[in-house]
């Protein structure tokens, strides 16, 4: 079955420092998004791309966060200068909206460490 | 008022019950409704998908949905061990951009 993948699966960066987080959604999606969630609580949306533009965003992604689909088959969430409280799994997601409707297919998750 | 509202309470059940799950929401908007299913350290994995009030069935999992009372559930007939997982509510408008419930945990004992 198709999958997203996601690297790493963990990363420690110090506060302060760009971190990069790295998605491949399933070949033939056309919606991609990152999700995070933060240890205990909900998972929260954070950013959708389609026909490679921002086509929404919450008030989480802020100026510190940018996303790019540098090339035909990856999709990255940047943060620029990590803050403690960016500490949180972060999910990569993809769906066909023409198929399945609004059911994405998650990917595994990067958990970012920040100390 | 909080989007979507899933009691987080963890639930124990024995092998074979039934596992009853809930989720209450208040934007009226939200069209499309899912289960989602989720191991620890792992990303949510779908389960059941629907956009109209009623039930749906898929294999052991009925989904119920409606609308008049903002109100969705999640049924497990027959439960097994390997359904031990948390199981988190989402839905969402004609954004596709999903809301998501706190999410319950489920231990099936054998």
């Known amino acids: 079955e198709p999958e997203v993948t996601q690297t790493p699966s963990h990363q420690v960066t110090q506060m302060g420092q760009e971190v990069i987080l790295r998605c491949v959604p399933i070949s033939n999606h056309l919606y991609f998004y990152w999700y995070r969630q933060i240890l205990g609580q909900k998972v929260e949306f954070l950013v959708s791309f389609y026909n490679n533009e921002i086509s929404e965003k919450s008030e989480i992604f802020d100026d510190q966060f940018s996303v790019e689909r540098p090339d035909g088959s990856n999709f990255t969430l940047k943060i620029r200068s990590t803050k403690l409280e960016d500490s949180a799994m972060y999910f990569c997601?993809?769906?066909?909206?023409?198929?399945?409707?609004?059911?994405?297919?998650f990917g595994s998750g990067t958990r970012l460490t920040v100390v | 008022q909080k989007e979507v509202e899933q009691d987080p309470g963890p639930l124990s059940v024995p092998e074979g019950a039934i596992v009853s799950l809930n989720c209450t929401y208040s934007?009226?908007?939200?069209?499309?409704f899912m289960w989602y299913r989720q191991y620890s350290r792992k990303g949510p994995e779908l389960l059941m998908y629907?956009?109209?009030?009623g039930n749906k069935e898929d294999g052991r999992f009925t989904a119920q949905v409606d609308k008049s009372s903002k109100y969705i559930s999640l049924f497990i007939r027959d439960s097994q061990p390997s359904d031990s997982a948390t199981y988190l509510c989402?839905?969402?408008?004609?954004?596709?951009?999903?809301?998501f419930g706190k999410g319950n945990q489920v231990v099936v004992i054998p």
């Open positions: 989402a839905m969402s408008a004609r954004n596709n951009r999903l809301a």
């Open positions: 997601a993809s769906n066909r909206l023409e198929e399945n409707g609004y059911g994405y297919t």
């Open positions: 629907t956009y109209s009030s």
């Open positions: 934007n009226s908007a939200f069209q499309y």
